[in-house]
């Protein structure tokens, strides 16, 4: 679909996927809102990306488990540019792989889950308004094969019960993808979940087989730019359907 002109917020964007997602959105003459922790860090990913297009920061610090990141974020883009048509919940966070259910720290849980689900949840919720103004809206959730079942590489079932929050946070993520389209149904909002794929966002990664960051980055770019007949609820890699 052809999204010239639409308005995108990439959270967690200053780096790694949401970086190159900005890239190939901004490319495709959208304008791109990236978003980070740290204001700074999103106007140096924007200033580095400005070649691709219209990229800008969103003007303040978004941590995504901060209470008022929805209401910050939604006054910003309230100022400017005044509407939002595409909300791409990229940020999250990650224990360890070694970090099992039996005798995880349940604070650590609790902050990773505090980013990877209610972030989420939090963005969207303070962002809705604005989007139901879009003619076109469109929220992707970023999740994971590690939050599926069905996922039979790094699937729940699969690691030995590795990386345990990160899997459970994931796996709630599409809980809430699912609940949501549910409660959006028979309105323009398309709500989806995208799993990049084992993609290179950290050293080494390369070697674990991991996919390189564009190849990623088009899996979720996809979800943010399905046409008003495309699906909600799902959950997809490379445009094609996972098992939740
Ligand atoms: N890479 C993969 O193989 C892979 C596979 C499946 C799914 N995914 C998913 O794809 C997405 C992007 O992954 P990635 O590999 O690009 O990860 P990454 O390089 O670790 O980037 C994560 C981003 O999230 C941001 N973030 C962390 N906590 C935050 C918070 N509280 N508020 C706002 N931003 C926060 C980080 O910001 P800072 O720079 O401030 O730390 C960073 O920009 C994630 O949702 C991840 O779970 C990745």
């Not at 995504?64 to 048509?85: N, Q, T, Y």
């Not at 909600?232 to 939740?244: E, I, V």
Request: glycine share 10%.
């Amino acid at each position: 679909m052809d999204i010239a002109g639409r308005v995108v917020l990439i959270t967690g964007a200053a780096r790694g996927l949401g970086c190159e997602v900005a890239r190939q959105l901004a490319s495709a003459d959208a304008l791109v809102l990236v978003s980070a922790r740290q204001q700074e860090n999103a106007e140096r990913a924007a200033a580095e990306l400005g070649s691709a297009g219209n990229v800008r920061a969103l003007p303040v610090d978004l941590d995504v488990s901060d209470p008022d990141a929805g209401a910050e974020a939604a006054a910003a883009l309230r100022a400017d540019p005044g509407r939002l048509d595409i909300l791409i919940n990229n940020a999250a966070a990650y224990v360890d792989w070694s970090e099992m259910a039996s005798s995880a720290d349940l604070k650590l849980a609790e902050q990773v889950m505090a980013i990877n689900l209610f972030g989420a949840w939090r963005l969207t919720q303070a962002l809705l308004p604005l989007l139901r103004e879009s003619d076109h809206p469109r929220i992707v959730n970023v999740a994971s094969g590690a939050g599926s079942h069905a996922d039979s590489q790094f699937g729940l079932t699969r690691r030995g019960g590795a990386a345990a929050t990160y899997g459970i946070s994931k796996a709630a993520l599409g809980a809430l993808t699912s609940t949501l389209a549910a409660e959006l149904a028979n309105t323009p909002v398309l709500i989806n979940s995208v799993c990049p794929g084992l993609t290179a966002t950290w050293p080494g990664a390369e070697q674990m087989g991991a996919r390189p960051i564009a190849d990623g980055a088009a899996s979720i770019a996809w979800a943010a730019t399905i046409p008003d007949d495309g699906p909600t609820g799902g959950f997809f890699r490379d445009g094609k359907p996972l098992g939740w």
